[in-house]
C-alpha cells in the first residue's frame, strides 16, 4: 500500500484561503486530520465512498471537502483561515466501517494509511 502524499500546505494572512490536495488516498473513508502545536490531533473533515462528510464544528462553513475527488486523490479547500487552524495537516485514508448504530463510520478510527503532513501557518 503507497502512504497517502499531501501537498498545497503553506503560508498565508488571517482571511486567506489554501487548498489541501493529498494522493495516494486509497480506501472507501478519507479525511483530513491536524495537530498543532502542543496539542492533540483533531479530525478536520472526512468523506466517504458514497459522498457523506463529517467536518469539525469549528471549521463548518469555511472547509469544504470536494465532491469531484478522483478515486485516489482527496482535497480540503480551506477559506476564512484564522491563526487557530496553523497546524500540521494529514491525510489519512482507509475502509469505511460499521457504527454501532447502523449505518456506518468514517472516521478516525476507520483510517489506516496516514501521510507524513503538511506545515499550514496562518499570520494574524
Known amino acids: 500500500q503507497v502512504r497517502p502524499q499531501e501537498s498545497g500546505g503553506g503560508s498565508v494572512q488571517a482571511g486567506g484561503s489554501l487548498r489541501l490536495s493529498c494522493a495516494e488516498a486509497?480506501?472507501?473513508?478519507k479525511g483530513w486530520f491536524r495537530q498543532a502545536q502542543g496539542k492533540s490531533r483533531e479530525e478536520v473533515a472526512t468523506?466517504?465512498?458514497?459522498?457523506?462528510?463529517k467536518y469539525l464544528d469549528s471549521v463548518t462553513g469555511r472547509f469544504t471537502i470536494p465532491q469531484d475527488n478522483a478515486k485516489l486523490t482527496v482535497d480540503l479547500q480551506m477559506d476564512n483561515l484564522t491563526p487557530e487552524a496553523s497546524a500540521t495537516y494529514y491525510c489519512?485514508?482507509?475502509?469505511?466501517?460499521?457504527?454501532?448504530?447502523?449505518?456506518?463510520?468514517?472516521?478516525?478510527?476507520?483510517?489506516?494509511?496516514w501521510g507524513q503532513g503538511t506545515e499550514v501557518a496562518i499570520s494574524p
Open positions: 489519512a485514508a482507509g475502509p469505511r466501517g460499521q457504527s454501532t448504530g447502523g449505518g456506518y463510520y468514517c472516521g478516525t478510527h476507520a483510517m489506516d494509511y
Open positions: 486509497a480506501g472507501t473513508c
Open positions: 468523506i466517504d465512498v458514497d459522498g457523506t462528510t
